[in-house]
């Protein structure tokens, strides 16, 4: 076994010398991106394990080490190996507590896993941690997932207290007040016509921060559509149907940040990954066949959702 490592080393070594470390890099990226547009995702994680053991990816930059280790657990995550994936995202987690993205990639490993182990470290890690605004929100989302509503706004409420002019937070406490006012519980009977006003004041924040597209006007017009105030939902969908698809600011915002951070330009969003008219014909066709206006929801599907 030496002699193969003596063998591989000096390979390494020769690699090194005719490319950076920069360069052998981007190559990397540029394959796993081409394996990842063929749909071809066993074959990228063979290449992002291979990359995160190979020393021409040795660098003194932590940020290409990171991202490659990124990489491969959301390759396997998204393969389905989630017990492989449990075992290393926590370290990953601890090592990098404040990037969104292993949050994200952290609570959709949890909520396929059916043991609850992966919850366990995410509240271990909010009871050392009070104050972390990703501890928060991910203990939120796993309270609303078992519609444990009074905890969940509990949460999101302290992650507003930190991030006032987050829309996502908005967005979220919304959802909330929505599925408390329309459950059973016979507690907030009383408070009910409360917990309304707070759902569409959020509706309203998110739609003030968010800025004015049509994601938003949909989202409005859904608050009112769960709510039962059809005549209301009609309006934004309307409205939503009449503003053009674009990328809303603040994800355009978000997008720039990356930009800057990756030192290389990102690919544009293709318009159909956040164009909602879809959605909205259907929820618009929805209120029109509950008033009994059958012929005008038929139009509307033969026109924008029949493919």
């Given at each position: 076994s030496s002699g193969i490592n003596a063998e591989y080393g000096g390979h390494a070594a020769l690699y090194k010398s005719m490319l950076k470390r920069n360069e052998w890099y981007y190559w990397y990226t540029m394959m796993l991106g081409c394996c990842i547009h063929l749909n071809k995702y066993r074959d990228a994680l063979i290449l992002s394990v291979a990359g995160l053991s190979s020393l021409l990816m040795d660098s003194s930059d932590p940020r290409?080490?990171?991202?490659?280790?990124?990489?491969?657990?959301?390759?396997?995550?998204?393969?389905?190996?989630?017990?492989?994936?449990?075992?290393?995202?926590?370290?990953?987690?601890?090592?990098?507590?404040?990037?969104?993205?292993?949050?994200?990639?952290?609570?959709?490993?949890?909520?396929?896993?059916?043991?609850?182990?992966?919850?366990?470290?995410?509240?271990?890690?909010?009871?050392?941690?009070?104050?972390?605004?990703?501890?928060?929100?991910?203990?939120?989302?796993?309270?609303y997932r078992h519609k444990h509503f009074n905890a969940g706004i509990t949460f999101y409420r302290q992650c507003l207290a930190q991030r006032p002019q987050d829309p996502n937070v908005y967005f979220h406490l919304m959802l909330f007040y929505l599925h408390w006012v329309s459950s059973k519980n016979a507690d907030i009977s009383k408070r009910r016509h409360e917990f309304?006003?707070?759902?569409?004041?959020?509706?309203?924040?998110?739609?003030?921060?968010?800025?004015?597209?049509?994601?938003t006007l949909y989202n409005l017009g859904r608050c009112y559509h769960a709510l039962g105030l059809r005549h209301f939902a009609t309006i934004y969908y309307k409205r939503a149907m009449s503003v053009p698809s674009s990328v809303p600011r603040s994800v355009q915002e978000q997008l720039d940040s990356m930009t800057e951070d990756r030192g290389q330009g990102l690919e544009p969003l293709e318009m159909n990954d956040i164009d909602h008219i879809r959605e909205v014909v259907y929820n618009l066709c929805e209120v029109y066949k509950a008033s009994g206006s059958d012929h005008l929801a038929r139009q509307l599907l033969y026109q924008h959702c029949v493919i």
């Open positions: 290409i080490s990171k991202n490659i280790q990124v990489q491969t657990v959301y390759l396997a995550a998204l393969l389905g190996y989630n017990e492989c994936v449990s075992e290393t995202i926590g370290s990953l987690l601890y090592n990098n507590p404040h990037v969104t993205g292993i949050w994200n990639l952290f609570y959709t490993v949890s909520h396929r896993l059916t043991r609850p182990r992966l919850h366990r470290l995410g509240v271990r890690w909010l009871c050392k941690n009070k104050n972390d605004f990703n501890g928060l929100f991910y203990n939120g989302l796993h309270t309304v006003v707070q759902a569409v004041a959020c509706a309203f924040m998110f739609h003030q921060l968010r800025g004015p597209c049509q994601e």
